[in-house]
């Protein structure tokens, strides 16, 4: 890590929650409750191998590992069980409210042993849509489950995956981990390579106010300000011939423009600036 890295996520210890939210969506069938029951330890939530919906509405349970309590929320997919609209609208609202508004994961369940068809993108696309906030791509990670039917490492299989699915990954930040009802698998790896994930998605907003880059380019724009207001008293001044202030303000226009150059000129040494949020 360079010396000059500014203050990230990564970088300042930010206190760690006493509990974490984790909501598991996707299309039915694809191991939802499932992935909540490893993740839990035990078999809370029904499973079901039938064409119609086994989970037909929200339900959570909780757990603790390592001190920390663990809320799971089993959703079902909106797709598949009788809902309109607004139907839909609610009952993802109803998600975000047992997850105290705020989620530290939202689990993409997507089967990795079956192609990933336009259909269940759709059904991505419509709960992202209800969801209805930036925080859902922030939080999102993807789960490709039935990773013991799975026998090409995933890397491999991920670069020849459609573009619809190549979309989601994008909008989950790239974050994604394998689940399968094996012993490969482990739970206390799965949980910890989702803790992983959700304390590097935990945004400590409160920090912004501190972020050395947003107050370089506050100093920036208040420079140009400052020396356009400048040049054009300059300018008025030598118009009715007052000498005396023009030059004066000649000398802060001056002073104006080397703190500029400056600013900028630290900055290209540095690179352009880093996405921290
Ligand atoms: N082999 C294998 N089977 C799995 C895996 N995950 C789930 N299954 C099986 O797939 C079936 C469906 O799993 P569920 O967990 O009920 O799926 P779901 O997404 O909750 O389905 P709905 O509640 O209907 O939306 C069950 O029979 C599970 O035992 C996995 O990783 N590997
Ligand atoms: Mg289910």
């Not at 919906?53 to 001190?67: F, P």
């Not at 939202?106 to 990795?112: D, N, Q, Y």
């Not at 020396?227 to 004066?248: G, H, Q």
């Not at 002073?255 to 630290?266: E, I, K, T």
Request: aromatic share 10%.
């Amino acid at each position: 890590m360079p010396r000059e890295t500014y203050f990230t996520m990564e970088t300042l210890d930010t206190p760690e929650p006493d509990e974490y939210r984790v909501v598991v969506i996707g299309k039915t069938g694809n191991g939802k409750s499932s992935l909540c029951n490893a993740i839990l330890g035990r078999d809370e939530f029904e499973t079901g191998r039938s064409m119609a919906s086994t989970t037909v509405r929200v339900q959570h349970a909780t757990t603790e590992k390592n001190g920390k309590v663990v809320k799971i929320l089993d959703t079902p997919d909106i797709t598949n069980i009788e809902m309109n609209s607004q139907e839909k609208e609610e009952e993802i609202s109803k998600w975000k409210e047992l997850a105290s508004s705020s989620p530290d994961a939202i689990l993409l369940a997507v089967r990795c042993d079956v192609r990933y068809t336009a259909e269940e993108y759709d059904i991505y696309r419509q709960i992202k849509f209800y969801w209805g906030d930036e925080e859902f791509c922030k939080r999102l990670v993807v789960v490709f489950t039935f990773g013991d039917r799975q026998d090409r490492p995933l890397d491999e299989e991920l670069k020849t995956v459609c573009p619809e699915l190549k979309s989601v990954l994008k909008d989950a930040g790239n974050r994604y981990v394998v689940f399968g009802q094996n012993d490969r698998y482990n739970k206390a790896g799965l949980w910890n390579s989702l803790l992983g994930y959700i304390k590097g998605m935990a945004k400590p907003s409160h920090l912004l106010a501190y972020d050395p880059l947003l107050w370089k380019r506050s100093l920036e724009v208040t420079l140009v300000i400052h020396l356009i207001l400048v040049v054009l008293s300059c300018v008025i001044f030598i118009a009715v011939s007052m000498t005396d202030p023009a030059i004066a303000l000649g000398v802060f226009g001056c002073v104006d423009a080397f703190a500029l150059a400056g600013c900028r000129y630290s900055k290209s040494k540095r690179g352009t600036y880093r996405k921290m949020f």
